[in-house]
């Protein structure tokens, strides 16, 4: 059941979803000297599959009880992670910088605003595209000192990372507009049935279904099941049914500068004074766009 949104757990939720959403960098970096991205993500989704679905199980959550309630959950899935991680991994692992994904990834809120009118029926008031603009560009001064060495790219990791930007965003449309009446939970699992039917192909072409099981892959493995795949989806279609999709994506402008923060703590990166102005921008960017309506 949705929390009342005076509650204090309502309104920390999209904070939480940040932080969560910022640890995939985190975990990409953990995971990626030890597992193919595809065969990573395919084992994943197994696994989400198979506690979540049992949790559902347990407590007698309710499943789609219609063939479209269904194919609503198992399209959803194949847009908001099967293509969109699928595109973000393949690009990344073909050469694609992480500042220049994280760059092309920082467009969808744009992307989302422009659409939110014509495919929903949502009104972007200015105050909200001020917001977006805003955030866009705080994102961007964090991400510059880390965009060096930009020649030669790839235009196939581009597109692919491109490509995994629109699949997220059309992803978002299709859950609010599809998965009102459905069950958070039971819809997740559905969810990444279809994000595994698309990857499993993808990993088998791929022809290097490589998984060491080293304590970093599978300690980054653990956090994308349990805290990503199912905490983080969950906020993120609470965050969907609750609130404008342009507000919701505007949050991910702030998934950049958490991001840049962790690693600083964690991996010894720098984190240059240019990044902490960009951070300050896109927390105000962020705080536009929430009030925007």
């Known amino acids: ?60 959550a309710p499943w789609p009880r219609t063939a479209r309630g269904w194919r609503d959950g198992l399209v959803a899935g194949v847009l908001l992670h099967g293509v969109y991680l699928g595109g973000v991994f393949w690009s990344v692992g073909h050469g694609l910088p992480a500042g220049i994904a994280a760059l092309i990834a920082g467009m969808q809120p744009l992307l989302t605003g422009a659409l939110a009118g014509p495919l929903i029926g949502e009104r972007v008031s200015p105050r909200r595209w001020l917001g977006i603009i805003t955030g866009f560009a705080g994102a961007l001064l964090v991400l510059v000192p880390k965009l060096g060495g930009v020649d030669g790219l790839a235009p196939m990791a581009v597109l692919a990372c491109s490509l995994g930007m629109v699949s997220i965003t059309m992803g978002t449309f299709w859950q609010k507009r599809t998965g009102a009446g459905s069950d958070l939970r039971t819809n997740a699992v559905v969810q990444f049935i279809g994000a595994a039917l698309v990857t499993l192909p993808a990993m088998l072409l791929a022809g290097d279904m490589r998984f060491d099981p080293a304590p970093p892959a599978l300690a980054g493995l653990a956090w994308a099941v349990v805290v990503l795949s199912i905490g983080g989806i969950l906020l993120l279609m609470h965050l969907i049914r609750r609130g404008a999709v342009a507000g919701v994506a505007s949050l991910l402008y702030l998934v950049p500068p958490v991001s840049a923060v962790m690693a600083f703590l964690i991996f010894g990166e720098s984190l240059a004074p240019l990044q902490m102005l960009g951070m300050a921008i896109a927390a105000v960017g962020v705080a536009i766009a929430s009030r925007g309506a």
Do not use: D
């Not at 932080?19 to 000297?33: H, M």
């Not at 597992?35 to 407590?59: D, K, M, N, Q, S």
């Open 1 to 60: 059941m949705p929390f009342p949104p005076s509650m204090p757990a309502e309104r920390l939720m999209p904070a939480l979803f940040v932080v969560i959403w910022a640890t995939g960098f985190v975990v990409a970096r953990l995971v990626a000297p030890h597992a193919e991205p595809f065969t990573f993500l395919f084992i994943r989704y197994c696994l989400t599959i198979a506690v979540l679905g049992g949790l559902c199980l347990a407590v007698g």
